[in-house]
């Protein structure tokens, strides 16, 4: 009973540096997102799919891309990691429709340093 | 463009006494609203949703929260307070979907709520 898994759960990066922050769930959900966290400032949705081969911009895309193959899986990519880029990040799923519960993965700790 | 604002960075509250988080959103459409909590070090988790079936909508844990058109608000609340409701709780707005749109979730700032013995 999986739900939503996120890997790595913490890492550090050095400035310049690019990566990808997985993200798979076994729920058959259309719908995926990623949301960074940063203290006083809630959750900021980067950049979400409506399903396989669909991707969207979210409030803050800058230096991230994302692409959906598969229903499971939703990567992030930091493309050449910037200090500003320290946060949490959450990915999320949901079956799609507007009034149904989101489910979010454990978070990955991303310090730039 | 929807949004929602969280009263409050920090409530602290003694174990027993009552909770209220105060949530307030703006919107031009009959919103959808929910209340997540998120644990030290974990993800977040549905407390509960409104769905304009009722206006006092109960979740887990004893939490509810009452959906109030005319002050635009949706405040948490809970009788008791334990200390193990220690934890972040945010306040959720989504979007009504179109096209290839969905419900984009628009979060609060959240309420860190400490629970003293």
């Known amino acids: 009973n999986a739900g939503v898994t996120q890997t790595p759960k913490f890492q550090v990066l050095k400035t310049g540096q690019s990566m990808t922050l997985q993200c798979a769930q076994d729920?058959?959900?259309?719908?995926m997102s990623w949301y960074r966290q940063d203290p006083g400032m809630g959750l900021r949705l980067i950049h979400y799919?409506?399903?396989?081969?669909?991707?969207d911009q979210g409030e803050v895309p800058n230096g991230y891309n994302v692409s959906r193959s598969t229903t499971e899986d939703f990567p992030l990519r930091l493309l050449s990691a910037a200090p500003s880029q320290t946060s949490v990040y959450f990915c999320?799923?949901?079956?799609?429709?507007?009034?149904?519960?989101?489910?979010f993965g454990q978070g990955t700790r991303l310090t730039v340093v | 463009a929807q949004s929602v604002t969280q009263l409050g960075s920090h409530v602290s509250v003694s174990e027993g006494a009552l909770v209220l988080l105060r949530c307030n959103y703006s919107?031009?459409?009959?919103?959808?609203l929910f209340w997540y909590v998120q644990y030290p070090n974990q993800g977040l988790q549905l407390l509960l949703k409104?769905?304009?079936?009722?206006?006092l909508v109960k979740g887990i844990n004893g939490f509810e929260a009452e959906f109030k058109k005319s002050e635009t608000s949706f405040h948490l609340t809970k009788p008791s307070a334990h200390m193990s409701d220690a934890a972040e709780y945010f306040c959720?707005?989504?979007?009504?979907?179109?096209?290839?749109?969905?419900?984009?979730?628009?979060f609060g700032q959240g309420t860190i709520l400490t629970v003293h013995p």
């Open positions: 999320a799923s949901s079956r799609g429709t507007v009034n149904t519960e989101a489910f």
């Open positions: 729920m058959n959900h259309e719908y």
């Open positions: 799919s409506v399903g396989a081969g669909i991707t």
């Open positions: 919107s031009s459409v009959p919103p959808y």
């Open positions: 409104y769905t304009s079936a009722a206006t």
């Open positions: 959720a707005v989504s979007d009504h979907a179109g096209g290839t749109s969905y419900g984009k979730l628009t």
